[in-house]
T-cell receptor
Framework: AQSVAQPEDQVNVAEGNPLTVKCTYS??????LFWYVQYPNRGLQFLLK??????LVKGSYGFEAEFNKSQTSFHLKKPSALVSDSALYFC???????????FGKGTSLLVTP | SQTIHQWPATLVQPVGSPLSLECTVE??????LYWYRQAAGRGLQLLFY??????ISSEVPQNLSASRPQDRQFILSSKKLLLSDSGFYLC?????????????FGAGSRLTVL
């Protein structure tokens, strides 16, 4: 079975500072890893994904994530946070042998001016 | 371009009443379709997914059922709602059978069971 852990319920960052939202995963075989963002009362929006290749993946809105196989992690990062980045962020994993995506519980990011 | 629609957007239902949430996708054929539930504003639980008409896979045993009567239509139902069925229900679609495909979500349906 595949699973994702997001150890932080909330991350607080000052605007202009770098941000990191943590994610670790468990899956049989090679993983497909994703980050999605959810704004209040809205559906989830795709940010970025890792399938294969370069461990550093760049996505929408200046976000990036680094795949670390030895640590089974896929942390989301941004060099300089914006207040508008405040939202709920979900990490998700799928096994390369299947097609169902499993999501973590989400991390609420609050960027303060 | 592809679009996904969910309705109703909000629903307040008494305990024991039936439920029907509908999801349709436009602009693509043979999509993979999914129902997720998000309880108390956090956490996303996969309820059902479908890879074709009439093919439904259930991820967790529960009071809900799903059906796919047409290629681009996915329905979430219940015969008798429970208080614990309250939550934010999200429909999503993806192309193909690979887990590498991106999910595109609808705007969600907020269900309150009283």
């Amino acid at each position: 079975a595949q699973s994702v852990a997001q150890p932080e319920d909330q991350v607080n960052v000052a605007e202009g500072n770098p941000l990191t939202v943590k994610c670790t995963y468990s899956v049989s075989g090679n993983p497909y890893l994703f980050w999605y963002v959810q704004y209040p009362n809205r559906g989830l929006q795709f940010l970025l994904k890792y399938i294969t290749g370069d461990n550093l993946v760049k996505g929408s809105y200046g976000f990036e994530a680094e795949f670390n196989k030895s640590q089974t992690s896929f942390h989301l990062k941004k060099p300089s946070a914006l207040v508008s980045d405040s939202a709920l962020y979900f990490c998700a994993v799928a096994a390369n042998s299947g097609y169902a995506l499993n999501f973590g519980k989400g991390t609420s990011l609050l960027v303060t001016p | 371009s592809q679009t996904i629609h969910q309705w109703p957007a909000t629903l307040v239902q008494p305990v024991g009443s039936p439920l029907s949430l509908e999801c349709t996708v436009e602009g693509t054929s043979n999509p993979n379709l999914y129902w997720y539930r998000q309880a108390a504003g956090r956490g996303l639980q996969l309820l059902f997914y479908s890879v074709g008409i009439g093919q439904i896979s259930s991820e967790v045993p529960q009071n809900l059922s799903a059906s796919r009567p047409q290629d681009r239509q996915f329905i979430l139902s219940s015969k008798k709602l429970l208080l614990s069925d309250s939550g934010f229900y999200l429909c999503a679609w993806s192309a193909g059978l690979s887990g590498a495909n991106v999910l595109t979500f609808g705007a969600g349906s907020r269900l309150t069971v009283l």
